[in-house]
């Protein structure tokens, strides 16, 4: 039987994720992720960030764990954005064509799977 801490840390991610690409993402933040490294994407990848160690400061996670998994989430974040935000420009989709909302929802299924990444990472 997995360590109930774990569960824990799956519940705070996914609460995380939501406030931070949803409840705290702007308009500008969505009009600039598929600009590469136009500051609306940097900002919200760092709302991540900063939304993570919130999670993780109530475990215990040694300080340079900590600071590898913020980065990578930060960078894996930045780049899965920008690339859904692309292949949905380049391809004209909009929010009623079904290819939108497979890319929106793999976007989604590999941020989830960022944190059962890092999560596997901290227990190991």
């Known amino acids: 039987m997995p ?14 994720h939501f406030i931070t690409d949803f409840a705290l993402q702007t308009g500008w ?4 992720k598929g600009q590469y490294g136009h500051i609306g994407g940097v900002v919200h990848a760092g709302l991540h960030v900063i939304g993570s160690a919130a999670v993780l400061v109530f475990f215990t996670v ?14 894996v974040h930045y780049h899965l954005d920008w690339a859904k935000d692309r ?4 391809g004209g989709f909009s929010p009623t064509s079904q290819i939108f909302w497979i ?12 944190y059962l990444v890092m999560i596997a990472l901290i227990a190991s």
Request: charged share 10%; net charge negative; hydrophobic share 55%.
């Open 103 to 114: 890319l929106t929802g793999l976007d989604q299924l590999l941020h989830q799977l960022t």
């Open 29 to 32: 933040m969505v009009r600039t």
């Open 3 to 16: 360590d109930p801490s774990i569960y824990a840390l799956f519940a705070l991610f996914f609460i995380k």
């Open 62 to 75: 040694s300080p340079l764990l900590m600071l590898t998994l913020l980065a990578g989430e930060g960078v």
């Open 87 to 90: 292949l949905v420009s380049l």
